[in-house]
């Protein structure tokens, strides 16, 4: 077994390496496979755990987790190592584990997009947001463009002396920065912030912001709503048109067992779900009401809040997002879908409730000294929030760095902090993926209808009934029958040698069945049983033969049963 660390951000080989490792170790568990590469090259990886002698994965509910699309958010891939861990380890010492890994299956990548995330980990690292690939312009442009300027390993803020500056030091804590007052003329010293970095084709008096070179979004990338460039920055030419999300949609296209899928983000602390560019009221009543269930589950076991990204988690008050994972999942392909934003500091910090987008563009000063506090406590003093020190640029003269550490305080739970953070969503994932629908053998039987003839052949009528054990109905969602994006049960009888069907087909087409979602109340319930449904066909055959029946649905899985004609036979 490999020795896996979960208060670490694996670089792409050391994380080639631990899948390898184990795969290898547990291989009645888990496969590993490439689903492409990426714009230079590196392997996408696809893990798929499931318990194979329970039968074939794609013949079993399934849940998805996508982690790391975006490049700084290395802890989603920390955390989907950390999933794989907890079921290989778990199956046959927990419960939820081996049931979960006996009747489902679990399909991880663990990184979407390797070159960005080799970058940031670089030992002089670039923080973006996308993939390797320039975009929408090949060449860069002019402006600052953020880099470790001093080769210290960290990409910081530098503040410049300047008397038209719109922050100064605040009275309580000198190393942190508060707006002036509006009215203030006062002697300073006044600064001004910018991302530590250096500017192409400086004019000694104007310093604008350079357009990133690598100005591609993959979460923007995705088919359902998606808008060019004009409307929704980072969207690239076209959907699907990056070697990474195209790997991804083929692989999640090829899997129509899926019932959910989760993408692992960061930050925020919470569980966002559908629609990012829609209401609530653009959701079926069922759906919304599921969701809503499953973000109970959600928040009781991670503590983290479970919220619409259109009403709670805007970037911009008036503007909308699209072309993200969770709104193509559950909008085109009917699962129930979800983005993780792991990990926030500020309820570290004490502070209460607090909006997730709009805190950042306002809060009290009393929020950013209680995260200060935080920060030279837990961290370390000097490491999460840097004191400003005095460094020569190139190009702007004296200037000093300094400031959060954003990477590694907000973009990513500090290492001692990362685990505990991580380890309930595995918990999370688990106990999601056992609300699939299933499907398990109610009952069987052949009744003698008929009696033996000349030919030595009766009547008979063989009746397969099967339940949906699990708590969603086998279409999932009301969206997925919608899109047309599931079919309904079948049930195939198969015939052996003398023996055939009196009348009818052999393939039967059964409908949907119900799950428990949407029971809440006991209050005026009434449970008719669309839970369940049978299969008859009428057999001609000898007294004797064995027929098998297969009843089969995308979502819901397999259930074979051979039913011998006898008198009456039951199983
Ligand atoms: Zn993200």
Redesign the pocket.
């Known amino acids: 077994m490999p020795d896996l660390r979960f208060d670490h951000l694996y670089r792409h080989e050391e994380l080639t390496e631990a899948l390898n490792g184990l795969a290898a170790e547990y291989p009645h568990l888990m496969t590993l496979e490439s689903i492409g590469t990426s714009y230079e090259g590196r392997d996408i990886w696809l893990a798929t755990m499931t318990n194979a002698a329970t039968g074939s994965h794609h013949e079993k509910p399934a849940l998805f987790v996508e982690a790391n699309?975006?490049a700084t958010?290395v802890t989603g891939s920390t955390a989907a190592l950390h999933l794989l861990h907890h079921l290989v380890t778990g199956h046959g010492e927990d419960e939820n584990v081996s049931r979960v890994l006996d009747t489902r299956c679990f399909y991880v990548v663990p990184r979407l997009n390797p070159d960005g995330v080799e970058l940031a980990l670089a030992d002089r690292p670039r923080y973006l947001?996308s993939s390797a690939r320039p975009w929408p312009r090949a060449e860069p442009q002019d402006g600052l463009v953020e880099e470790d300027v001093d080769g210290d390993g960290r990409i910081l803020t530098m503040r410049v002396p300047d008397a038209n500056g719109p922050w100064k030091a605040c009275p309580e804590d000198p190393r942190l920065l508060v707006a002036r007052d509006p009215d203030e003329v006062g002697p300073g010293p006044y600064w001004r912030l910018l991302p530590e970095g250096r500017i192409r084709n400086y004019d000694g008096v104007l310093v604008p912001l350079a357009p990133r070179l690598e100005g591609l979004d993959l979460?923007r990338q995705f088919p359902a709503g998606w808008r060019t460039e004009g409307d929704q920055a980072g969207a690239g030419p076209y959907p699907g048109s990056e070697p990474e999300i195209r790997a991804l949609l083929q692989a999640v296209a090829a899997r129509p067992n899926l019932c959910a899928y989760i993408a692992y983000?960061?930050f925020g602390g919470v569980h966002l779900r559908p629609y990012s560019d829609h209401d609530d009221d653009h959701l079926p009543t069922s759906d919304l009401r599921t969701f809503l269930e499953i973000a109970k589950l959600a928040t009781a076991i991670t503590g983290y809040r479970a919220v619409s990204v259109y009403h709670d988690f805007r970037y911009e008050p008036k503007e909308i997002i699209t072309g993200a994972s969770d709104d193509w999942a559950y909008d085109h392909l009917g699962v129930y879908a979800w983005t993780t934003?792991f990990w926030s500091p500020i309820p570290k910090a004490g502070i209460a409730e607090h909006k997730f987008i709009e805190w950042f563009d306002d809060h009290p000063v009393a929020d950013d000294l209680a995260l200060l506090r935080w920060s030279d406590e837990t961290v370390g003093r000097n490491v999460g929030y840097v004191d400003w020190y005095p460094f020569e640029h190139p190009q702007l003269g004296p200037v000093e760095l300094g400031g959060w550490h954003f990477f590694r305080v907000w973009s990513n739970p500090p290492p001692a902090l990362m685990e505990a953070e991580i380890a309930p969503h595995a918990d999370f994932a688990v106990r999601h993926l056992l609300l699939s629908p299933r499907l398990e053998l109610h009952n069987a039987c052949a009744e003698l209808v008929g009696a033996l003839g000349d030919s030595g052949l009766a009547t008979w009528r063989v009746r397969v009934v099967v339940d949906n054990t699990g708590w969603m109905a086998t279409n999932v969602t009301e969206r997925a029958l919608e899109r047309k994006a599931v079919r309904p049960v079948e049930a195939e009888i198969t015939l052996p040698d003398g023996c055939h069907l009196a009348a009818g087909t052999p393939r039967l087409e059964l409908g949907q069945l119900g799950g428990r979602a949407l029971k809440r109340s006991a209050l005026l319930a009434s449970d008719p049983t669309d839970d369940r449904t049978k299969a008859e066909w009428v057999v001609r055959g000898p007294a004797g033969a064995v027929v098998a029946v297969e009843v089969r649905h995308q979502r819901g899985g397999v259930v074979r049963v051979d039913v011998e004609l006898d008198a009456i036979t039951e199983s």
């Open positions: 699309i975006h958010e947001r979460n983000h960061t934003e």
